[in-house]
C-alpha cells in the first residue's frame, strides 16, 4: 500500500492522504515474430509503466487463433499486477505499450505482435465502449482460465461467481465431453 502523507501543522489535526493499490489480472498475447521474447518484452514494459508493478506471471500456453484470416498459433500467458491506476487509466498505459511494440491497428482477432487484456480488476463490473470488465468472453478462452487458475485459483469471478479453478475445471470438463461425442 502506498501512502501519500503531509506532515500536519502544530495544532491541528493529522490528515493523511492514502492511496490504496488494486489488483489487476492482464491476459498477454503474441503470434508475431518470436512470440515468447515478445510477451517478455511485454512484462518488462508494463512492469516499467508509471504506477503499475507486475507481481506474477504464469506459465505461457500455446494456442490456436480464434476467427480472423490464416496465422500463426498464439503464445498466451496472465499477470497479475499492482497499480493504483482507474481501471481506464490502466487500459491507456497498457494501449501504450502495445503501440510501442509495434503494435498496427488491425481487424478483430488479426494477428499482433503483442495483445494485452484486462481480464479483471478487483472486482469491478463495467462496460463501457472502450473497457468491460471483467473480459466479456474470458470464461470461455481455455488459456485465460488455465493461466488465471495457475496463479490465482480462488479468485471469484465477479458476475458468475465462481472461483477461476472452477471456471477451468467447468471449461476443461466440457470440452473432454465434446471430445468424447
Known sequence: MQKNCRKPRAGSKKRFLVKLKSIAYLGIGSNIGKREENLTEAVLRVNAADRISVIQRSSYYKTLPVGGPPQEDYLNGVIKVE??????????????????????????????????????????????????????????????????????????????????????????????DRKDQ
Not at 494477428?111 to 470464461?139: A, F, K, N, Q
Request: net charge negative; aromatic share 4%; with cysteine.
Open 83 to 176: 497499480t493504483d491506476l482507474s481501471p481506464d487509466e490502466c487500459l491507456s498505459a497498457l494501449k501504450q505499450v502495445e503501440k510501442d511494440m509495434g503494435r498496427k491497428p488491425a481487424g478483430k482477432n488479426h494477428p499482433r505482435i503483442i495483445d494485452l487484456d484486462i481480464l479483471l480488476y478487483e472486482d469491478t463490473v463495467t462496460d463501457t465502449e472502450t473497457l468491460s470488465i471483467p473480459h466479456p468472453r474470458m470464461h470461455e478462452r481455455y488459456f485465460v482460465l488455465r493461466g488465471l487458475a495457475e496463479i490465482a485459483p480462488e479468485v471469484m469471478h465477479p458476475v458468475l461467481k465462481k472461483t477461476m479453478k472452477e471456471l477451468y475445471e467447468t471449461l476443461r470438463e466440457d470440452a473432454a
